[in-house]
């Protein structure tokens, strides 16, 4: 921390959420609305190594990004060969275009703790120290860290204590996610634990970074609890979800609503499209230029209206954007047959009009 003040935030990685058009759309948002000293860390969804290396076209766009945001990539996986050669390759090939690189040990999702990875690796953490060490020490340039929750359940919690101090001499930053793997995506986070573990960090591995997270609905909650526990930094997930001014503390206002989600939705439509488009020498170029994306942006909206994936993605961050504006329940309905773009823009346009 720098000042007193200062609130260092970071939008949690969430797959399928905090995709390019997202980050991009948040960081906009976060430099509009600045509050003084404060700074925002994105992260991208997490992507499987296996995956990766197996057919790349496949997953490699969960990295996709634009060269400004320098996010962290996340990555997830259970065996340490398949990890440290996706590493090292996102590393050398992609390297430029991110902040530091990232193992998941906190997903509970079955598909990925099948393949040994997320929560799975808290399972045997004699055997996850060593791929930490090794993941650390095989990567040149970029840091290393890594997010977890507080443990398996209630009883494991000092043994994931005990895992992450020792943990922490390798790690730059560790983000908790306060809540344990059987509580999965609600009830309490446990803020002591996270501020407990601090303590214990900061006695052997002072250069180790500690992000708490779970359960923040508001800026002011962030404030407050980065302030109490005086953590390093302070991350938001479900919240942040159609509503990228959480991070700000500034509300928007309906005007401010419709504006986002229009650049939302032509944001995440384009990248789409060039994602596609950027097919170069075999590799799949993940770094999207912002002119361009601008440009696609424009072509988009002179163009005739358009089938687009990109705009059935949308309803997930449409519906929570409208959350508790009066009538959005009935209309929302109406909303689902929508595929095409143009039509789903004016609609929301429509919407707000009648609002106004
Ligand atoms: C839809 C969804 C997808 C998520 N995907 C990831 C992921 O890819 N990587 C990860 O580390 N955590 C993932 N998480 C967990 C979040 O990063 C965060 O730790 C969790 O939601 C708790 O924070 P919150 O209470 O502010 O939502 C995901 C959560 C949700 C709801």
Request: aromatic share 8%.
């Amino acid at each position: 921390m720098k000042k007193n003040n200062t609130m260092h935030l970071c939008l949690a990685p969430m797959d399928g959420i905090t995709t390019c058009a997202t980050r991009l759309l948040t960081k906009e948002i976060f430099e509009k609305c600045w509050a003084p000293h404060n700074t925002l860390t994105l992260r991208t969804e997490f992507m499987n190594v296996d995956g990766f290396l197996i057919n790349p076209d496949n997953v490699i766009k969960h990295l996709q990004t634009t060269p400004e945001q320098q996010p962290i990539a996340q990555i997830y996986g259970g065996n340490e060969t398949t990890l440290l050669k996706a590493a090292i390759s996102i590393e050398r090939e992609y390297g430029h275009l991110f902040s530091w690189i990232e193992l998941n040990l906190g997903c509970p999702s079955t598909t990925v703790m099948k393949c040994g990875g997320g929560s799975d690796m808290m399972k045997n953490r004699e055997k996850t120290l060593t791929i930490i060490q090794h993941l650390s020490e095989q990567l040149e340039q970029l840091p290393f860290s890594i997010k977890v929750r507080t443990g398996l359940n209630e009883a494991d919690k000092p043994q994931q204590a005990d895992f992450l101090v020792k943990a922490s001499q390798r790690c730059s930053t560790i983000s908790i996610h306060g809540r344990t793997l059987k509580q999965l995506y609600s009830g309490d986070a446990d803020w002591e634990f996270i501020a407990q573990v601090q303590q214990r960090i900061k006695a052997v591995s002072p250069h180790c970074q500690i992000i708490g997270n779970g359960g923040i609905t508001s800026y002011e909650q962030a404030k407050t609890l980065q302030k109490h526990y005086e953590l390093n930094g302070i991350m938001i997930g479900q919240a942040a979800i159609g509503n990228p001014r959480i991070f700000t503390p500034y509300q928007p206002t309906l005007s401010d609503k419709l504006e986002t989600i229009l650049r939302h939705l032509d944001i995440s439509v384009a990248c789409d499209q060039l994602f596609e488009a950027l097919f170069l020498n075999g590799r799949r170029e993940i770094c999207l230029k912002t002119a361009q994306l601008e440009e696609q942006i424009q072509s988009n909206l002179k163009k005739a209206d358009f089938e687009a994936h990109s705009t059935v993605e949308f309803r997930k961050f449409l519906f929570q954007y409208l959350k508790g504006i009066p009538g959005s329940r009935e209309w929302k309905s109406g909303m689902l047959s929508i595929k095409k773009y143009r039509e789903l823009r004016n609609q929301i346009i429509d919407f707000f009009e009648n609002k106004g």
